[in-house]
């Protein structure tokens, strides 16, 4: 009939109308015939489309019932499977669970959605369709409440009676980190080099960090580059990554060898998070201002516009800093509290290392000596955070 037509009332009434008005009538398969020029078959067609929309309303309705049922029954969700549980999601499947639990781990100790990925691909786990995992698929597994024994139902969360994976304060601890806007969440290739979009530009010296890139080597080496560090805005910064890398990691293991590194796993900086939230709130809101100003004056200079933004990103950049990492005892843990904190430190992942660096330190690159002099450590600033020293 016209069920599969005009369920929707409003769409109903104005399709009945436009076929009116071109004195179209709607033959039915099964069925009388609908003519639309007279007000009997105006009346038909719309008892005719009432009762479809009352069967899929009522059969909507019962969904819903049912729905609510069992969430107050809290049973698991229907539908595809979630990765950790079986298809009914009433048990556990250990093994996808055991990385469930190690992938919330890693995120709450500096890992990257990449990092995670590449860290599951390289060992054969595939997630729940059989495929590797990607970026957002990390993701969409961090937040899913229902590994915390939750599942959401109109917006609000409800209690589950099926196994956790997580405990809820660790979830909420991880959807805290995966909504901070500082964290940057645009999918992307791991990162290869430690400070890459870490270390500041020492000639710049406004907040502008370094990227990598690489040159060629010698005439005659065909084939063969070397890695750098170089400014992301101007040529005017070169450095090679292997001693500066060295020299970061030998500052991180010296700093968390020493007796009192224990005291970094009690986060003084905790309660300080609200106020540095409103800080960046407001630096955000004086670059948009600036952005709106520039665009709306035709005389405006764009040389003083680039460096007022780049004056208030640094101060951005310090901010951010010291609290895009609330969760630092995480992060820190295992290198302090290990017996060789050198072993500890070279089997962590590259995105976990990176973590560590940005907790404990800035590090600026200045430039290095002309034609072939020795490295020299000093041409690497590095500056404790506050607490950090």
């Known amino acids: 009939m016209l069920g599969r037509l ?3 009332r409003r769409e109903r009434a104005e399709g009945i109308e436009i076929l009116r ?3 179209v009538s709607v033959l039915c398969v099964k069925g009388p015939e609908l003519d639309l020029t007279t007000a009997a078959g105006r009346l038909l067609a719309g008892l005719l489309g009432e009762v ?5 309303e009522q059969m909507s309705e019962r969904e819903q019932r049912e729905m609510r049922q069992r969430v107050e ?3 698991p969700p229907t539908g595809p499977r979630c990765f950790g549980y079986t298809a009914d999601g009433a048990e556990l499947v250990e093994d996808e669970a055991a990385e469930v639990k190690d992938c919330f781990h890693a995120l709450l100790a500096g890992a990257t959605f990449s990092g995670m990925a590449a860290d599951l691909n390289e060992r054969g786990i595939l997630n729940r369709n059989g495929r590797p995992w990607s970026h957002n698929a990390i993701r969409g597994v961090l937040l899913n409440e229902r590994y915390a024994g939750l599942r959401q139902y109109r917006g609000e969360l409800y209690p589950g009676k099926w196994p956790v994976i997580v405990d809820e304060a660790t979830w909420r601890e991880a959807k805290h980190v995966l909504e901070d806007e500082s964290r940057a969440t645009s999918p992307g290739p791991a990162r290869r080099w430690l400070l890459s979009g870490i270390a500041r530009c020492g000639v710049c010296n406004d907040g502008t960090t370094v990227t990598s890139g690489s040159r060629g080597g010698p005439k005659g080496t065909r084939g063969l580059t070397t890695p750098l560090y170089r400014c992301r805005t101007t040529k005017h910064l070169a450095r090679g990554t292997e001693p500066i890398d060295l020299t970061v990691e030998e500052y991180v293991i ?3 060898s020493r007796p009192d ?3 970094l796993l009690a986060d003084e900086t905790a309660p300080r998070t609200e106020e540095l939230r409103a800080k960046t709130a407001a ?10 100003e520039f665009a709306d004056d035709d005389d405006a200079d764009a040389a003083e516009f680039k460096a007022a933004t780049r004056r208030i990103k640094a101060r951005l950049a310090d901010i951010e800093a010291q609290m895009a990492h609330p969760q630092r005892t995480r992060i820190l843990v295992d290198i302090v509290t290990a017996e060789e904190p050198t072993k500890a430190w070279k089997e962590l992942t590259l995105d976990r290392q990176r973590a560590v660096v940005v907790t404990l330190a800035t590090v600026t690159l200045l430039p290095g000596c002309a034609g072939r002099a020795p490295f020299d450590p000093r041409s690497v600033r590095i500056e404790p955070l506050q607490g950090m020293g």
């Open 254 to 256: 010296r700093r968390l």
């Open 6 to 8: 005009w369920r929707n």
């Open 21 to 23: 008005k071109h004195e």
């Open 283 to 292: 630096l955000r809101s004086r670059i948009s201002s600036l952005t709106d």
């Open 261 to 263: 590194a224990v005291d």
């Open 73 to 75: 029954r809290g049973l």
């Open 52 to 56: 479809d929309t009352f069967e899929v």
